[in-house]
């Protein structure tokens, strides 16, 4: 009652992280309190409802898996739905009240993408016009880190960041929380590039491998004089790609240098498609 109390216009922090303590010490804490923080979302004092939806993103934010896991089902996502529904309490919850909920509902769709039924239910507003558009979350939305995240992703590699990431989410500064907020947001961006990077190099060294093979099957045929005119013109576009597919090495392994694996991988790459365009062009010529 104490992080929700509607008499006081400032958040009480102290009170809102000894709630998420609790949460985390009790076994059936994960799964009460969403209860408990519903109901005070419904309320209709303005400052409580408010106060009350700070608290639940400053769980979502400090209360792991199992609180993820309850939000996520549908017994939750309706009361927050009643909220905005004017079959409910839509008519008279005040605007303020609506967009946060909104908000909250929408940066979940984005922090949570695996979850479908956060994704179905947002949906379903739009459907029926009681969310017109996407909302804009403002620079301090309290947002927890990306969960579940591959191993070895950079929240783990980069430990000066990991660290100065966890300080500032403790904190109860808005400033700090913008900060976190921004910090987790380069670090997503620099998580997605390398992903790319990962997903590029893997598509192109299967191209050149794939390619090399179908090559050297018609410089058989065509050394045995057996290769169709169709065949010819597949071979010679063959060869153009091969070409092409060079600069892109290159550009890949430019992109690994700090990846000892992943270099050693594309110049292996490499070097098998210089040998089969050298053998291209000797057996073509001769």
Known sequence: DKATE????????ECIQRFCDQVNADSDGASLAPRLLAHKIQSPQEM???????????????????????????????????VLSPKYYGTWSSAKVKS?????????????PQEVKIRDA?????????V???????????????SPRPQNS?????????????????????EDLQAANRLIKSMIKEEQEKSAQVSRRVKTISE???????MDELLENYKRQELSRSDQETLQTLFQRCEKLRPLLFR???EAVDDDEALAEILQANDKLIQALRQYRQVVAS
């Open 122 to 130: 947002y949906q379903m507003l739009k459907k029926q016009g009681i």
């Open 6 to 13: 509607p008499g006081i216009p400032e958040e009480n922090w």
């Open 100 to 112: 946060r909920v909104t908000e909250v509902i929408f940066s979940w769709t984005v922090w949570f």
């Open 48 to 82: 409580e409802a408010l106060h009350a939806l700070t608290v639940l993103e400053t769980c979502v934010n400090n209360c792991g898996e199992r609180f993820h896991r309850e939000i996520a089902k549908f017994r939750f996502l309706n009361e927050l739905i009643k």
């Open 154 to 174: 950079i929240f783990d590699r980069d430990e000066e960041k990991s660290k100065l990431l966890a300080r500032l989410l403790k904190s109860s500064h808005t």
């Open 208 to 214: 050149v491998s794939e390619s090399i093979k179908h």
């Open 132 to 146: 017109k558009e996407d909302p804009k979350l403002p620079e301090d939305k309290i947002l927890p880190p990306p």
């Open 252 to 254: 890949l392994a430019s």
